[in-house]
């Protein structure tokens, strides 16, 4: 999964103060977009994803939903970066993505 390579986000080509903007408006929600779109795009079940992480589908299936309302642990991150086959840079880029296509849409 690599988005840096199909187009870059907004949020890397903005001024300063539009990414202080977008930086301010991270929400869990925006975790949970990325979680959910970078299992879709490593095209796995969130049954798979369980089998390669510590994590049962339930947790898994709250981490994606829109009412998640923590930011997850780094060690937790880790464990779906080691899953997805990406580095934390790029999950950090997709939670920022998904922050800037939120922002834009409202």
């Not at 979680?35 to 969130?46: H, K």
Request: with cysteine; proline share 3%; glycine share 2%.
């Amino acid at each position: 999964v690599n988005r840096s390579t199909a187009f870059t986000p907004l949020f890397f080509v903005r001024s300063v103060e539009v990414q202080r903007e977008i930086i301010l408006f991270l929400e869990p929600f925006h975790v949970a977009l990325a979680l959910r779109s970078l299992r879709l795009e490593c095209g796995m079940t969130q049954r798979e994803l369980s089998r390669l992480t510590a994590f049962s589908t339930a947790t898994i299936s709250m981490r994606e939903g829109k009412r998640y309302v923590s930011f997850p642990s780094m060690s937790t991150i880790e464990y779906y970066c080691e899953a997805f086959g990406i580095s934390v840079y790029s999950f950090v880029f997709e939670v920022f993505w998904q922050a800037d296509a939120s922002l834009s849409s409202s």
